[in-house]
């Protein structure tokens, strides 16, 4: 209602009165637009729009998934709202959404790129890009993430080095309270960073802190109302203060990657890649030595499949390790049998990722951590590439579409008790680690996340290493109880801001 009220107010305070005949405009130009344009077949059903506005008012625009899956429940697992004037296809549950990624993943395998990463990305590297751009950005990435030991034993390597530096930043706190988003957020950068740079940061670097802070920052005003009403009314909307603000922290972090690039340039030996930039320029090199023309491997490819992964490499991964540390101090009879089984299988010896089928539990409250979190719970929209006739329904080509993943990882069809903290979604009767289908917090398809391999070994051995050494409580005076799980917004959904004592176990 909060959210309805400041947008109603924005719409029709004095100051928009000036653009009254420029609305009445676009209404009539949306209009005819909307009748002309009408394709035969029967499309997805859904809430019938305002002109203009579309479904707006009827959403909550900083929580619009919560109100994506109350929709689905009286329109379906396939219908369709409109954000203003766009048309914007909602897939819902864990079958639906399948479906079209996996078993359609040709036809709704486009990105559909806003306004604001439109402006950012300008079809370069790999989150917001499509064609030939995204199809050899992404397939150079995979290929150079798996040659720097993503999954495998090299990257396992980095992942403990960098344990032993949380470790020592959380003890130096001493049992007090801390907000744990800074040192978690350093520590699953440096994993990124150390196989695109070639090299980790210290914690204090101060490039490195405001590289980590501003993504950080842009990533939470994505999911902001602002954002979303530019999103929508781009030419109305351009002054408002979240996109300046984002703008801003673009031009500064493209200006550190240049300059770090740039030294690794000045540095770069043919015979051996330090990282996926050295892989990168290497291949330019190649290409430019070669002749060849039309090819991918441009500067500005470069940077912004550096910002992607570095971007996407340190938020989510440390998103899902808040949400791992609440958890257990929410959940502190959980903590003690993830703390009993690694003490009784580990001891207290340094765990690896082979340690993982002999954790069962462990394995099991990771997973549920995972899928409760639920850290992307829209996704990153797609697009259509063309006419499809999905569940009946016909879809235009070009059409958003949104794979709501939240409802696959709360779909009631599927889970025994989806709104609850519940391991034993991942167990069989005899305590076993049992994979399930509808756990898709990657996403599917051809848009699925090209570091899932990396981010999952780096949740298990983070979360493990720290709760070897470490027990986790609310600060003092604070019960368990009292511990708000209420997810920030953002592009992405952190836990909101919060402090925890990590009590030594030795």
């Keep these: 209602m909060e959210t309805l009220k400041g947008f109603s107010f924005f719409l029709f305070s004095s100051p928009t009165t000036v653009l009254g005949v420029g609305l009445l405009l676009i209404i009539l130009y949306f209009v005819s637009v909307d009748s002309s344009s009408r394709e035969t077949g029967k499309e997805p059903p859904g809430p019938k729009p305002l002109p203009l506005l579309g479904n707006l008012l009827q959403l909550d625009l900083q929580r619009p998934y919560k109100t994506l899956c109350e929709l689905s429940k009286k329109y379906g697992s396939v219908f369709t709202i409109y954000l203003g004037p766009k048309k914007v296809v909602v897939l ?54 798996k040659d720097f030991g993503m999954g495998k034993r090299v990257a396992e390597e980095k992942i403990l080095e960098e344990c032993g530096h949380l470790i020592q930043v959380f003890e130096s706190y001493k049992g007090k309270p801390f907000n744990t988003s800074h040192p978690v957020n350093y520590a699953t950068s440096n994993i990124i960073s150390s196989i695109v740079f070639g090299s980790r940061f210290d914690y204090d670097n101060l490039r490195f802190r405001n590289l980590v802070s501003r993504v950080n920052e842009s990533i939470s005003l994505f999911g902001t109302t602002g954002i979303q009403l530019y999103s929508t009314f781009p030419r109305l909307v351009r002054w408002i203060k979240n996109r300046q603000v984002i703008l801003k922290n673009t031009e500064k972090t493209i200006r550190d990657v240049e300059d ?135 879809i235009k080509a070009g059409t958003t579409v949104i794979p709501l993943l939240t409802s696959v990882l709360y779909d009631e069809s599927e889970w025994e008790s989806p709104h609850t903290f519940n391991p034993s979604h991942f167990l069989d009767k005899e305590g076993r680690f049992i994979k399930r289908d509808a756990f898709l917090p990657f996403s599917a398809g051809r848009r699925a996340c090209i570091g899932e391999s990396l981010a999952r070994m780096e949740v298990f051995l983070f979360f493990t290493s720290l709760l070897q050494r470490f027990r986790f409580m609310p600060p003092p005076g604070v019960s368990e109880n009292d511990l708000d799980l209420t997810p920030a917004v953002g592009f992405t959904i952190p836990p909101s801001p919060h402090e925890l004592c990590a009590i030594s176990r030795q």
């Excluded at 819902?92 to 402006?119: M, S």
């Excluded at 540095?267 to 030595?289: A, H, S, W």
Aim: with cysteine; aromatic share 8%; charged share 25%.
């Design 92 to 145: 819902a549950g864990y079958r639906t959404v399948r479906e079209a990624l996996i078993n359609c993943a040709e036809e709704f395998g486009e990105r559909e790129i806003g306004p604001i990463f439109d402006e950012i990305n300008k079809g370069h590297g790999i989150l917001f890009s499509n064609g030939e751009t995204w199809k050899e950005m992404r397939r150079f990435a995979l290929s150079t993430l």
């Design 260 to 394: 770090i690039t740039q030294k690794l340039k000045e540095t770069l030996n043919p015979q051996i890649c330090r990282g996926l930039v050295d892989c990168f320029l290497i291949r330019k090199q190649k290409d430019e030595d070669s002749c060849v023309k039309d090819i991918q491997f441009t500067e500005e490819n470069l940077i912004f499949t550096v910002m992607n992964l570095f971007s996407a490499g340190t938020d989510t991964t440390a998103a899902t390790l808040r949400w791992c540390l609440l958890l257990m101090a929410k959940y502190p009879q959980i903590q003690d049998q993830v703390q009993e089984e690694l003490t009784r299988v580990v001891g207290s010896h340094e765990v690896h990722v082979e340690d993982r089928k002999n954790l069962p539990y462990t394995d099991a409250v990771i997973h549920e951590i995972q899928r409760l979190g639920n850290i992307v719970p829209m996704a990153i929209p797609h697009k259509t590439s063309q006419y499809v006739t999905f569940q009946k329904y016909f």
